[in-house]
């Protein structure tokens, strides 16, 4: 018989601190667990739902039904006007790819054949008749865009300008990005916030600026795509795709507390914005991203776009609450020895639930701490990198925070349960784990 029991709040705090009651689970921005509402949309789904949303039968209607309302329930979190615009994906490295692959694939399509001998091209032809397509992006920039156009650009199909972030903002600066622009650029790709410092960067001024420079009238010039990855702001800040201004957005659901899936936003998809795609199969997502839907994970993942849109102030405030006490408590304990690598002499923006910290020292390197620690769950760094955790973070090391403090760094993350009870928990557990390095030095 089907269990249709919701899942307590209590379950998911013990899931959310993983399954010891002794633990404290504060890497967020690496992943979040299902809230009760999203594992209920999930597995009413995947039980009545259960049917080709392709078929005419009742299981098949209900499961295209679903992912109707899901493709809505997205499109109001983002503040965007048409559903149409939503195209379902597995995650954010493929949303990022995509989005990559079209920027190529449109400026094959319609930029003209030029004069090879033009030096205001700022290229180098390949041959005789065609030009590198030209990207722009940040060195903080998360590995589902920095290696794909490195890769990209090790095969000499573009040239792309990574503009490094400022040392007094932690984020890019308008300026360079405009400057970096040249008569061949085809995409501007800049997360919407970083996933170690959680410093957010300015893309609505990058999109007011570019969208208003008038190009040379004597000769067509190829499109500026603009594109963010959403994955670490969206569940945290309101996030609104007018007032970004993009032409794309990555939506990443694991990150804000859905399944392991996503979903691309394309501004006039089909009509004023280009989508090409990557996979070739029975048409589903109108062709743009074919193969058999995943009813139970985007019902999920409409869920917990439904649970932002109605609850995102809350979200917000609670995470920030409760990070800003995490600062103050690692300040009263650690006092000058502690050093916030998130907080920039300019009073960046941050999103609101991420603190990264280093506690002055030699000898105790974040990993060491996590080594050491008995409660506390977070990371180094980003997760993806966690292989490496001997080295210090690249993104830390971009924005100005010097070698051997960047080498102690914890990235601490606060989700949306986290309580102040966690938190001295925690801040009492890392003194302990550093006191214990420290006598070992001795």
Known sequence: MEDNTPVSRSACASYENNSSEDSVYLDYNATTPLEPEVLDAIHNALGAAWGNPSSPYHAGQRAKQIITEARDNICKM???????????????????????????????????????????????????????PHVITSNLEHDSIKLVLEQLADERQVVVTFVPASKLTGHVEVSDIIAALRPTTCLVTIMHANNETGIIQPIPEICRQIRAIKRDSRREMPRILLHSDAAQTIGKIQVNVEELGIDYLTIVGHKFYGPRIGAVFVRGLGKTTPLYPMLYGGGQERNYRPGTENTGMIAGLGKAAELVSENIERYEEQMREVRDYLEERLQETFGSRVHFNSRFPSGSRRIPNTSNVSVIGEGIQGYKVLERVNVLQASVGAACHSESQCKPSHILLAVGVPSDIAANALRLSVGRHTTRDDIDRVVDDIKQGIDGLLNELD
């Open 78 to 132: 983002i503040g965007a006007h048409r559903s149409d615009d939503i195209v379902f994906t597995s995650g954010g490295t493929e949303t990022n790819n995509m989005v990559i692959h079209t920027a190529l694939q449109h400026f094959w399509k319609t930029f003209p054949q030029l004069d090879p001998g033009d030096p205001s091209l700022g290229v180098r032809p390949t041959n005789q008749h065609r030009f590198l």
